[in-house]
């Protein structure tokens, strides 16, 4: 499994940001749960939201009502819209993929959002 994120950036605060991840699976895709992490330097990784082969979507306090997690099957693609962005948001991304019941996961390479002030 192979995961490819892009569409990090510099962005104001009160700005927006589209977040893909493109996965590479032989497995069918529908079968996977999907999410993105975030980590900043210092920090232990934290969860901001996931999506489940069933589409029910999970959110970190700090994401609800700004952000909003989708996938689409067919292009094999995980998003995250970031609306509403704050400095303190500014981190390393991460998207990840992992078979439901299962505690091992397969991660991107990261992306870096950095929100000014």
């Known amino acids: 499994v192979q995961l490819q994120a892009s569409g990090g950036g510099l962005v104001q605060a009160g700005g927006s940001l589209r977040l893909s991840c493109v996965v590479s699976v032989s497995s069918p895709f529908r079968l996977y749960v999907l999410g993105w992490y975030r980590q900043t330097p210092g920090t232990q990784r934290e969860l901001v939201a996931e999506?489940?082969?069933?589409?029910?979507?999970t959110y970190a306090d700090s994401a609800k009502g700004r952000f909003t997690v989708s996938r689409d099957n067919a292009a094999k693609t995980v998003y995250l819209q970031m609306n509403g962005l704050k400095p303190e948001d500014t981190a390393v991304y991460f998207c990840?993929?992992?078979?439901?019941?299962?505690?091992?996961?397969?991660w991107g390479q990261g992306t870096q959002v950095t929100v000014s002030s």
């Open positions: 999506i489940s082969t069933g589409y029910r979507k």
């Open positions: 990840y993929a992992k078979v439901p019941n299962s505690s091992a996961k397969y």
